[in-house]
């Protein structure tokens, strides 16, 4: 496989969703580098795939190569715990957004991942802004296992975690799957919700 990077423009505060307490009033953009621009987002194709979970929840990404990825995320007081440190389900979200990032960098066009398993293991509590990595520790045909971690804008390690994803096909949600699965294959019959 030939050296991928992707580039894309992602909006972090989208229009449609409120901002969150404390961001800046414009939506940032960041943009990065590709080598073949077949790749790019007027072609279609998309590095971060739309999530209005994480789009709300601010997280930057900053690459995503060759199974490899990078992604920041400027705490804000809607992040923090009952401790005033980062929020442990927001630690851990980072850390799956990383692991994923870093394997569906090695996808094609018109491939997800979703997460088969993870395990996080917490270090000490984050502070200032969590930069999270991700690497891709073996790929099979179908599988991704990647490993990753978290530091602090102190450099302090917030955390390590380790995952499972599964390379999928994105489809289409609720009817519009039960229309592709009935075109790809003749045999099958609509169920009763399937109208």
Known sequence: MSRREIHHSVTLNPPNLPKAPGAPSTPKSDTYAM???????????????????VDRLGAQLLSAADGV?????????DHMNTWDVAHG????TLADVALAMAARSLAGDGVGVVTVEMKVNFMQPGRGELRATGRV???STTLAYCEGEIR??????????LGTFKYMRRLAVGRDVTQQRLRSDPSAKPGPSDG
């Open 35 to 53: 080598t073949d621009p077949s790749t790019s987002s007027k072609a279609g194709h998309s590095s971060m795939p739309e999530s209005p979970f």
């Open 69 to 77: 990825s990078e992604l920041a995320l400027p705490l804000q007081p």
């Open 89 to 92: 389900g927001v630690t851990m």
């Open 137 to 139: 520790l073996h790929r």
């Open 152 to 161: 602090d804008s102190e450099g302090h390690f917030v955390a390590k975690a």
